[in-house]
């Protein structure tokens, strides 16, 4: 199925395919913004949800930057936000109802402000009120517009004092994984195709993806394309807080469970982390299914967490082609919003 291109191309209507495909090219975008800060920046804190929280999520595994970076996924912000604060609200539609609550509360507290998404009450909010504003390009879904997120936040940063020199080797990384991935696209039988042979395997189970502390975003990222793109239940959790909890999860009935297991595994990650992972799937050996074993590819932890970023895209992608459905839309997401909004 997944290598009739008629197929995909008939359910693939607004061809996710070739979105993923392209992401690299997002981390290339100039969006030609100037910051200069008012005050001393004391912190960092990003406020989105979904794929905006995970460029930023993303970034603070891989910078460590200089001063305390926070990422908000809630209605409310930390009591330390103040006039050093330097405050993103960052949010693809520009309509996320948690980032705008929060935004009006960082207004009060006279935080820095700066603006990252396509349009919406943020874009407009941020010509009013002449907030730098960082305007994502329109026409995808917030999900496949992560890497133009990470290159606005990177570019923000630097504007801000706080990273030097990483939007180029953002750039690097994103040229690298141009090739890295041309073996998934759509054209590459599954007999060749990783994305395509791991989507085989997860068809019609749970997913559940396990990582290291520095892949955690490429996990969480997993999970995110499973739930919207396949429309499948997915969890994911990291070692080695696993290992003091859910690993005794595994242990006991039913021995037939309708589960398919991920391990992101890094040659990055702390030896003893790698350890976990070797000991974790050899004492749980016959009480979960044994786990497909991704590991990352890259010299760097940012192109690690790119490759196996997009591995994820195009896994997802395939599960729901597997399952005859369109990967794009999210119609119950967009009902829920308008209820809300009611």
Not at 47 to 54: F, N, T
Not at 231 to 252: D, R, S, V, Y
Request: charged residues 20%.
């Amino acid at each position: 199925m997944l290598d009739d291109l008629k197929y995909i191309h008939e359910r693939d209507a607004q061809d996710a395919l070739g979105v993923v495909e392209k992401q690299a090219q997002q981390l290339q975008h100039d969006f030609g913004v100037t910051y200069q800060p008012t005050a001393d920046i004391h912190n960092v804190v990003v406020a989105g949800m979904g794929g905006s929280a995970l460029a930023a999520t993303v970034l603070q595994t891989w910078l460590g930057l200089p001063v305390p970076f926070k990422v908000v996924r809630d209605y409310a912000i930390p009591a330390y936000v103040d006039a050093n604060t330097l405050f993103v609200a960052s949010s693809y539609s520009g309509n996320t109802e948690e980032t705008l609550a929060v935004l009006d509360e960082a207004e009060k507290r006279g935080a820095q402000i700066a603006i990252i998404a396509s349009g919406g009450k943020l874009t407009e909010s941020a010509k009013i009120k002449n907030y730098p504003l960082f305007v994502l390009p329109g026409g995808i879904q917030p999900r496949m517009a992560v890497l133009y997120n990470l290159a606005a936040l990177m570019q923000l940063l630097e504007a801000a004092g706080l990273a030097n020199n990483k939007t180029a080797e953002l750039r690097a990384a994103g040229e690298w994984l141009t090739s890295q991935t041309a073996s998934w696209r759509p054209d590459v039988a599954a007999k060749d195709n990783q994305a395509k042979q791991i989507a085989q395997e997860l068809m019609g189970k749970s997913v559940v993806v396990y990582s290291g502390p520095l892949l955690f975003p490429a996990a969480y990222k997993w999970k995110i394309n499973v739930n919207e793109n396949a429309k499948q239940i997915a969890w994911c959790n990291q070692l080695p807080e696993f290992n003091h909890n859910e690993f005794l999860g595994w242990t006991e009935q039913p021995v037939q469970k309708p589960y398919a297991v991920v391990d992101l595994r890094s040659n990055l990650e702390h030896p003893r982390v790698q350890k976990r992972f070797e000991v974790t799937e050899r004492l749980l050996s016959g009480k979960r299914p044994a786990p497909i074993v991704v590991q990352a590819q890259g010299e760097t932890l940012i192109r690690q967490l790119f490759w196996t970023i997009v591995l994820g895209d195009f896994v997802s992608v395939y599960l729901a082609l597997l399952s005859g459905l369109n990967p794009t839309p999210v119609d119950l997401l967009e009902k829920l919003k308008t209820t809300l909004a009611q």
